[in-house]
């Protein structure tokens, strides 16, 4: 036993002892303005002859940045993070949305109302015909990846349940509307199962570790299946040897010490780079939310939104090419500020009950499954507007998984500074539909003038025309998904 980050084996690649060492280190280094220098410069974005190069930070350099609170440096630690996001992912945010498709869950996790010991909620599980309603109702609002979330119970959401939605999900086509992406959040499982989410065309399967403490870990999941720590860990190699590429990690803040979490996310992140050769497509950073019986006052690791934005850009110093998401779990305030250090998805219009969409009009919303309270209660139209006066570009391109470029293709796209003939003519064709489709008259005005403008930014010649064309199309046509 010993730290090992090669390892196949949860208590070696999370090595509690490395974990505490690291904490120990940047606790001793955290004044040391000589070494926090240098982590700073190994950070910042190099330019290359084809775009930029950035060789992120191990766990221990990040650690020493988290742990370090002299102002300036907290502020040279934002202004990098945002360099980075702008190097590799530019300013474009993609958009997505949530779609509960059952509460039935047989864990006992002590932070989530689905427990089931909760008797007082009601259960529910979507038919394929409700699940075809919402998604409906998503393509109306204009979306285009979903990510599905599921409680955990072999009985009432086998694999099976989980197939057949996917597949009715890809099957809807309401007016120009198509889900052409679906992320999957549902708890950890086999080889053979990842295998068959693989097949069915999904995009990246997330699952959050919660907590990397293990002690913390079983008594904050103290029955059912999710109670294995090591089963629970060792999930995202499994999704890989399923053929998945595209995995997403996340830590529930709140539940355990913030820096033993971001020391474990990043060794969890260096894992799968060693072993897969590809690190985690998205890292999450999801905070415990007030729900039906859970209070978040009545965990002790709570932290600050001061904190927590320190937190998200030093993942985004050390893991350069990885996204990073953040949902609306959080404020418009504390969304504005993260995106700012390097957060490039969100999501948009979310409903985190089952069955949330379908039948309620914007303003509407129902409580009686809703797994936490959301904070950024706006439209999708109000994030897509924000988002642009924002300076962002929303998007919501899904082409890269659709032309095989997942995994370590995607990571080659980003390395070789190709994105901003890729990605960001693909963010404004997807733009363009939604304004088109979706949008109110307010933002479809800025809309239109984002992408005149944007347009102009796309370096290849060729590429801006077929762009160009591409959107006029859309703006007179009913032509739509078009992607390079
Ligand atoms: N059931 C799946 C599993 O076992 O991993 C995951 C799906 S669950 C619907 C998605 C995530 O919501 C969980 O992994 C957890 O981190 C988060 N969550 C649960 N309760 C929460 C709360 N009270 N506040 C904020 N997030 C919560």
Redesign the pocket.
């Known amino acids: 036993m010993g730290y090992n980050k090669t390892s196949l084996r949860a208590e070696e690649f999370i090595d509690d002892k490395e974990i505490l060492d690291t904490l120990a280190y940047a606790e001793a280094n955290k004044d040391n303005v000589d070494l926090i220098d240098e982590i700073l410069e190994k950070a910042r974005p190099v330019k290359t002859e084809t775009g930029y190069r950035c060789s992120g930070l191990s766990h221990r350099e990040a650690s020493v940045l988290l742990a370090c609170e002299i102002p300036e440096k907290i502020e040279k630690m934002y202004e990098i993070a945002e360099e980075i996001k702008l190097a590799f992912y530019g300013n474009r945010i993609v958009i997505f949305a949530p779609l509960y498709l059952s509460n039935y869950?047989v864990?006992g996790c002590v932070?989530?109302p689905y427990h089931l010991k909760n008797k007082h909620i009601p259960r529910k599980k979507l038919t394929q015909d409700e699940v075809r309603d919402e998604v409906i109702a998503l393509q109306d609002m204009g979306h285009k990846r979903l990510a599905i979330?599921?409680?955990?119970d072999p009985v009432n959401n086998p694999i099976e349940y989980i197939l057949d939605c996917i597949k009715t999900i890809y099957s809807v086509h309401h007016k120009n509307g198509d889900i052409r992406r679906v992320n999957v959040?549902?708890?950890a499982t086999t080889v053979e199962n990842y295998k068959k989410l693989k097949d069915a065309g999904i995009g990246t399967y997330i699952?959050?570790q919660?907590t990397y403490h293990k002690e913390s870990y079983e008594l904050l999941h103290p029955t059912g299946p999710?109670h294995d720590y090591a089963y629970h860990t060792e999930a995202m190699d499994r999704a890989m040897e399923g053929g998945i590429d595209d995995v997403g990690l996340g830590v529930?803040f709140g539940l355990e010490k913030y820096k033993y979490e971001f020391a474990g996310l990043l060794m969890h992140a260096e894992h799968l780079e060693s072993v897969h050769g590809v690190g985690p497509h998205t890292i999450s950073v999801?905070r415990?939310?007030k729900?039906d019986d859970?209070d978040p006052d009545s965990f002790d690791n709570g932290i600050d939104d001061d904190t927590f934005i320190k937190i998200a850009a030093c993942i985004r110093l050390a893991v350069p090419y990885t996204g990073m998401i953040v949902s609306t779990?959080e404020s418009e305030d504390v969304r504005t500020k993260m995106l700012r250090v390097g957060v490039s998805q969100v999501s948009g219009g979310s409903r985190t009950s089952v069955g949330g969409y379908a039948g309620y009009s914007s303003d509407e919303r129902p409580h009686d499954t809703e797994?936490?309270d959301v904070s950024d209660i706006r439209s999708l139209d109000e994030v897509v507007a924000w988002l642009m006066e924002e300076g962002h570009i929303p998007s919501f391109c899904t082409a890269c998984y659709r032309e095989g470029r997942t995994g370590d293709r995607f990571m080659a796209l980003c390395k070789n500074g190709q994105i901003q003939n890729c990605c960001h003519p693909n963010a404004l064709m997807t733009l363009c539909e939604y304004l088109k489709d979706y949008a109110s008259d307010g933002t479809k005005k800025i809309g239109n003038e984002v992408i005149d403008r944007e347009l102009l930014n796309i370096p290849n010649e060729k590429v801006r025309a077929i762009a160009d064309k591409n959107i006029e199309d859309i703006r007179n046509s009913n032509r739509r998904d078009f992607r390079f």
């Open positions: 869950c864990n932070y989530c979330e599921s409680g955990e959040n549902i708890a699952l959050f919660e999710k529930l999801p415990v939310k729900a859970i779990r797994q936490f």
